[in-house]
């Protein structure tokens, strides 16, 4: 089975830019989770889709936002790029209603974000 | 505020010396106590899930236990390639579908 994929690995932006990370689920998960893991912070919660509909938001300012297509993939977008951006984005998904679930969700090997 | 406090921030074991991790967590309404590893680029991988005090799960080399207010990840007799950062997480108590994840704990088992 194949697991949670992000791309890119990498990706060097300069300050103002935009910047679109990619994510597909494992085959079933239909909710996705966004997480933000900065130099020396904790993961960071940024958003959760499921079935296509943002479910709830970290807080983040208005200019990171995604989204979720038909096939469950997602899409997260940061806008003006500033260097406190840099971080690794990670990605993770779940079964439906996986609130009480044992396993919590599964991660990707996230998209390192560089801003110059 | 949902918190998870982890300590001590970095260990460095020499292989074969057992130790703890401990995590500390707000208490109200615990739903849920993961623990992940996470290698160096990498994403976190699931380990352990806790619910209730009392409850202790093993994985190898490894056994996390959960009391009312912390848990522990005990490391029995550790080789180089359990060198990882370890982290801990609960659900978060309003939208309780996103984790609230600690700073976590740098583990270098040297040979």
């Not at chain 1, 689920?25 to 499921?50: K, N």
Request: glycine share 10%; proline share 5%; aromatic share 12%.
């Amino acid at each position: 089975e194949a697991g949670v994929t992000q791309s890119p690995t990498h990706l060097i932006k300069t300050r103002g830019q935009q910047a679109t990370l990619r994510c597909s689920p494992i085959s079933g998960h239909t909710s996705v989770y966004w997480y933000q893991q900065a130099l020396g912070l904790g993961l960071q919660f940024l958003l959760w889709y499921d079935e296509g509909e943002e479910r709830n938001r970290g807080n983040f300012p208005p200019r990171f936002s995604g989204r979720q297509f038909p096939n469950y993939s997602s899409e997260l977008n940061v806008n003006a790029l500033e260097l406190e951006d840099s971080a690794l984005y990670l990605c993770a998904s779940s079964w439906p209603g996986q609130g009480t679930s044992v396993y919590g969700y599964t991660f990707g090997s996230g998209t390192r974000l560089t801003v110059v | 505020e949902d918190q998870v406090t982890q300590s001590p921030e970095a260990l460095r074991l020499q292989e074969g010396e057992s130790s703890s991790l401990n995590c500390s967590y707000t208490v109200s309404g615990l739903r849920g106590l993961f623990w992940y590893r996470q290698d160096p680029g990498k994403g976190p991988e699931f380990l352990f899930t806790l619910y209730s005090a009392g409850e202790e799960k093993e994985k190898e080399r490894l056994k996390a236990t959960l009391t009312k207010k912390e848990s522990f990840l005990h490391i029995t007799a550790p080789k180089p390639e359990d060198s990882a950062t370890y982290l801990c997480a609960r659900r978060a108590n309003t939208g309780f579908q996103k984790l609230v994840f600690g700073t976590g704990t740098r583990l270098l088992v040297s040979p």
